[in-house]
């Protein structure tokens, strides 16, 4: 849900339903019904997404309706939008009881001024930044983090389809969590995941990903735990990234991780 014509969460829906594949099922309101301006239309189009130019339901609608939703998340820019605290208060009136309500502070392309090629250059970075939101979020509903520090383990459990940016996303959020230390293991599990889009160009991308890491966070040991085939690939992640001392292996149950991790 966003402020204005709701073309911010018209983009969301659109990377969240592609990107999920058919594991969630995303939707998109407005607060001020309006035609879509032909800013934002083409750098979707760019993505490949043909973005709609009418704009979605407006909130109150969905509410009349009864809609049902697990989380609603506020697009709107906290600084920037006058609007943006009342609509906030307003989401959580209709929608905080039935629903987690989350905020993502994105700027509107309504706001964005200069030449066509700068505001063009602002577009791309909204586009973007609401794409990261999403593969964030994306990441976090179908990820389970466990870290044990008795261990020196971090459990992380993904499923659902694992696109590239997914993944990214998961090592980034486990990496970054305040309980990771550096040195800490890292056992990654799969559960009823789908490792599809593990082809030759995905792992050189996750293995170039792992390089903007300082050598504490790579020098350790990984274990997969999983129940196919994908071991060749789980491998070369780490055989690209050739600056990474990282010892890997693949079990096929959780006890065998374990053991070898704590070895």
């Not at 994306?138 to 008795?150: F, G, Q, S, V």
């Not at 789980?234 to 991790?261: C, G, H």
């Amino acid at each position: 849900m966003c402020t204005y014509n709701g073309v911010r969460s018209r983009i969301a829906e659109e990377f969240a339903n592609r990107i999920a594949h058919e594991r969630i099922e995303a939707y998109s309101c407005c607060f001020d019904p309006g035609r879509i301006d032909s800013l934002p239309i083409d750098v979707m189009r760019e993505t490949g997404i043909e973005l709609p130019a009418e704009s979605p339901k407006p909130v109150f609608a969905r509410y009349k309706e009864r809609n049902v939703f697990d989380y609603v998340i506020c697009l709107c820019h906290d600084v920037l939008t006058e609007q943006c605290p009342i609509f906030k208060r307003s989401v959580d009136v209709l929608f905080a009881k039935m629903a987690k309500t989350i905020s993502w502070s994105i700027p509107d392309f309504k706001k964005l001024s200069g030449t066509e090629e700068k505001r063009k250059a602002g577009a791309r970075k909204i586009r973007d930044k609401i794409k990261s939101k999403v593969v964030s979020f994306l990441a976090k509903i179908d990820m389970d983090l466990r870290i044990d520090e008795e261990k020196n383990i971090a459990y992380i459990g993904l499923s659902g389809v694992l696109s590239k940016e997914i993944i990214f996303s998961a090592f980034d959020l486990t990496v970054s969590d305040k309980r990771y230390k550096k040195g800490m293991g890292r056992l990654w599990y799969f559960k009823d995941a789908d490792l599809s889009s593990l082809d030759s160009e995905t792992v050189s991308g996750l293995g170039q990903h792992l390089l903007k890491y300082s050598p504490g966070i790579n020098d350790v040991k990984v274990a997969f735990v999983t129940n196919k085939n994908i071991d060749y690939w789980l491998t070369r992640i780490y055989e690209i990234s050739s600056k990474a001392m990282t010892p890997i292996q693949v079990f096929r149950s959780m006890d065998e991780a374990e053991t070898w991790m704590m070895e």
